[in-house]
């Protein structure tokens, strides 16, 4: 993977497996962040 582990087709369950101090609400946060941003350009 290059180092955009959920671009590269990876799961947020896989995410969250290999980093085990992040929370799903955190991940939930970046995405919804990532998102808005999305719609904002």
Not at 8 to 13: E, L, Y
Not at 18 to 33: K, N, Y
């Amino acid at each position: 993977m290059s180092g955009t582990y959920l671009e590269d087709g990876a799961r947020v369950d896989d995410f969250l497996e290999w980093f085990p101090g992040v929370s799903r609400e955190q991940v939930e946060a970046v995405l919804a962040h990532a998102e808005r941003s999305l719609l904002e350009a």
